[in-house]
């Protein structure tokens, strides 16, 4: 089956320091991964569409440029959160098309990146 | 829009049943399920499409009525294993971004 990867599983920062978290489809393309972030005991609340060789889609509210979307390759997108705060703190969640069932899509997610900012 | 899941939070014995409910205020094309354990990633259970189709395997299963923009899951005999939180991702036009549900903590206890 469809296997996404994301690195790091857990992250501890200092303020102001920059963190990358990586996301990569194993055995299949995705032009298309989506970033969510995830706080305890609550929904996904989806951040940005990442496209391959486009800019991403930021939703409401999400900062273009704190939370930086690169989706260089058809198999990897990451996530750099620029400038780190405490209040960034959180759980990241990639998730990419893996199939498509009759035109509904398939959601694999990562396996998840704790931030944590000091 | 996000949809509405009830109940917030279920506990059951094992071999109990539980339904838990999933409506939208728009029309919606798609229907998908996910159970997510604590720390880990959401896993897919299950997408019903509109035309009020029911789907199911093993005792998990569901249904979507189209006409009430509402989807249910039904766990049946359940088992130590389907502790969780479980997800509705509604899906309003083909191919569109999902969006999810606040989730339903579901706890089976021995």
């Known amino acids: 089956g469809a296997v996404v990867s994301q690195h790091p599983s857990r992250v501890i920062c200092k303020s102001g320091t920059s963190v990358k978290i990586e996301c990569r489809s194993l055995d299949f393309q995705a032009t298309t991964m989506f970033w969510y972030r995830q706080f305890p005991k609550k929904s996904l609340m989806l951040m940005a569409t990442s496209n391959e060789g486009s800019k991403a889609t930021y939703e409401q509210g999400v900062e273009k440029d704190k939370f930086l979307i690169n989706h260089a390759s058809l198999t990897l997108s990451t996530l750099t959160v620029t400038s780190a705060h405490p209040e960034d703190s959180s759980f990241y969640i990639c998730?990419?098309?893996?199939?498509?069932?009759?035109?509904?899509?398939?959601?694999?997610f990562g396996a998840g990146s704790r931030l944590t900012v000091l | 829009q996000q949809p509405v899941q009830s109940p917030q939070a279920v506990i059951l014995r094992e071999g109990e049943d539980a339904v838990i409910n999933c409506s939208s205020s728009?029309?919606?094309?798609?229907v998908h399920w996910y159970r997510q354990k604590h720390g880990e990633a959401p896993i897919f259970l299950m997408i019903?499409?509109?035309?009020?189709e029911q789907k199911g395997h093993d005792k998990i299963s569901a249904s979507f009525n189209e006409k009430k923009q509402q989807s249910s899951l039904y766990l049946t005999a359940s088992q130590l294993s389907y502790s969780g939180t479980y997800f509705c991702?509604?899906?309003?036009?083909?191919?569109?971004?999902?969006?999810f549900g606040e989730g339903t903590q579901l706890t089976v206890n021995p």
């Open positions: 991702g509604t899906e309003e036009t083909s191919g569109s971004r999902l969006t």
């Open positions: 998730s990419a098309t893996s199939g498509a069932l009759s035109g509904a899509n398939v959601l694999t």
């Open positions: 728009k029309a919606l094309y798609s």
């Open positions: 019903l499409l509109k035309g009020g």
